[in-house]
Each structure stands twice: as structure tokens, then as C-alpha cells.
């Protein structure tokens, strides 16, 4: 049997991850953690994210000319949250429920996966702490964020880096088993995985290094081709600078000998100061008392 009711739309529609919905007040509700009445509303999947602003809105204008309510049917719960998801048509339920049911029954049992049994999943929700995995068991497994940063080597931050390095919700990954313990599936990347990434990680490296190298080494060229420039600049002697050091080099060269004569010469006022080492006081003073005959 299908559980239905009558809701009222309270809010029009809204794009949530890659689906637009609309939220009914079902008149249904939850006790929270404190103790309190808390109300929960019904939220419809209107259609895919690309859908048309207009058809929403068309949808939703029906709706909200519905005086009695809109006939409601749960298609989904979520006990973990608090949470559920109403259709509006009872055979869309009746197929989704059976495709569902198919689904499950092609599911294989959790408790049976091995470790380092690899598989391929898709990425059905992504957490700070990592992503969990949909490898066709009846539980989702959990890839940790520690994982994905030890395999790009280097930090990833949370549901924006996790995204970035390419497990966004939807995406497909294979993965290994690398532990399944009371009902915690855990994954890591295969080997095969981890050494084609760590070979594409060197040959980026290697490129960036190269480039580097490659702007150090034009950098250092740039340098010295400005140092030279510099020097040049600095011993640059012009014609007419040129023409003149010239002049001044002939007349220094043809200048005439030095025909002083010693008349004319300027007298060394230190020359009678020359044997002044030889020199006795005392016989000058007897000379010049003319004692010295005594």
C-alpha cells in the first residue's frame, strides 16, 4: 500500500544538487533533539537541473490553483535525516518502485566483497571527510579524503577539493576493498590506478620544472644582455671626445725640450741642508772667534 496525503506548496521550486524541486507542507513532522515539535516538508523532484525556469513554474502555478491541496504520495524516506520525497502521479511511484526493486535484487551482499576485491562504483554523495561509493552492494563504501590526497599528492579541501580532483556526485571510480568490518565498507585505488597517476603526476612535474628551468635560464641571458649593454654605455667615447683625446696626445708629443738654464733655475732652499749630518758646531763658533789657529 502507498502512503498518501494532501500537501500545500509553500515553495515554488528550487535547484538542490542536480535536480529542481518544489516543498510541500504536508502537515507532517519530527521531534528533534531537544524535545521540540519540529514541522518536515515534503520536497517533489520536479525535473533534471537543465529543465526550462518556465516549465517549473508552469508546474508549479497548477499546484497552487489547487484550493483542496495537491494528492501526495511518499516515494522516498529518510529515517537517517528525517527527511522524505512525495510524487504526485501514483503510476510513476508504481515504476520507480519496481525499478527500484530490480535494482535490490541485482544488488550483491556487502558482507561478501573481499579485500583487495576491486570494483567499479559511482559517486553518490560527497562528505568533508571523503566520498562515498555505489559498487552495486547493498551498503555504500567510503573513500577517504586521506586516499585521494595521498594519491594526487597534495591537500585536499573537503567537498571542493574532492570535486576538483575529479569525484563529484554522478562520477564513475574504480576502486579496491580495503577493509569490511562490522558493516564499514572502506576503498582505496586500485595499484594499476595509483601508478598511472603517479606517472602522469611525474611527467607534469618534469614539465613544470622544465618550464621553470627554461625562465631561470632566459631570465640570467636578459641579465647579462643588460649588464653588457650597461658597460658598453659606460666606455662609449663619442667622435668629438675622440677627436680631442687625439689633439691632446699630438701636442703633447711635439712639445719643446726644457732649455732653462741653471741661472734661471728656481735653488733648492734645502740643498745647504745636504751634509748637515757632517756638520761641528763647535769648530764654526772657534772660526768665527778666529780662535781656531789656537
Not at 136 to 153: C, E, M, S, T, Y
Not at 175 to 181: A, C, I, L, S, T
Amino acid at each position: 500500500e502507498f502512503c498518501w496525503f494532501s500537501g500545500r506548496l509553500i515553495l515554488s521550486f528550487n535547484v538542490l544538487a542536480h535536480n529542481i524541486v518544489a516543498f510541500f507542507d504536508c502537515g507532517i513532522g519530527k521531534i528533534d533533539t531537544t524535545g521540540e515539535w519540529q514541522i518536515v516538508n515534503g520536497m517533489m523532484r520536479l525535473g533534471r537541473r537543465n529543465m526550462k525556469k518556465s516549465v517549473a513554474q508552469k508546474k508549479c502555478s497548477r499546484f497552487r490553483k489547487k484550493e483542496n491541496g495537491v494528492e501526495l504520495y511518499v516515494s522516498r524516506i529518510f529515517p537517517e535525516s528525517g527527511k522524505f520525497e512525495v510524487m504526485t502521479n501514483l503510476e510513476d511511484l508504481d515504476d520507480m518502485l519496481q525499478k527500484s526493486k530490480e535494482e535490490k535484487s541485482k544488488m550483491v551482499s556487502a558482507s561478501t566483497l573481499q579485500v583487495n576485491q576491486e570494483l567499479e562504483g559511482t559517486v553518490v554523495k560527497v562528505e568533508p571527510y571523503g566520498a562515498f561509493i555505489d559498487v552495486g552492494a547493498n551498503r555504500n563504501g567510503l573513500l577517504h579524503i586521506q586516499k585521494v590526497a595521498d594519491l594526487i599528492g597534495s591537500y585536499v579541501d573537503k567537498e571542493t577539493g574532492l570535486e576538483e580532483a575529479g569525484l563529484e556526485r554522478g562520477a564513475r571510480v574504480r576502486v579496491m576493498v580495503v577493509e569490511n568490518k562490522k558493516k564499514r565498507l572502506f576503498f582505496d585505488f586500485p595499484k594499476d590506478v595509483k601508478e598511472a597517476t603517479a606517472k602522469d603526476l611525474q611527467i607534469k612535474q618534469d614539465a613544470e620544472e622544465k618550464e621553470t628551468e627554461e625562465k631561470e635560464k632566459k631570465k640570467k641571458e636578459a641579465a647579462e644582455e643588460q649588464e653588457k649593454k650597461a658597460q658598453a654605455a659606460e666606455n662609449y667615447i663619442s667622435d668629438e671626445e675622440a677627436a680631442a683625446w687625439a689633439e691632446f696626445a699630438a701636442i703633447g708629443s711635439s712639445a719643446p725640450a726644457d732649455d732653462t738654464s741653471d741661472d734661471d733655475k728656481e735653488e733648492d732652499p734645502y740643498a745647504n741642508y745636504a751634509d748637515y749630518d757632517n756638520y761641528d758646531e763647535e769648530n764654526d763658533i772657534e772660526d768665527s772667534l778666529g780662535l781656531g789657529s789656537y
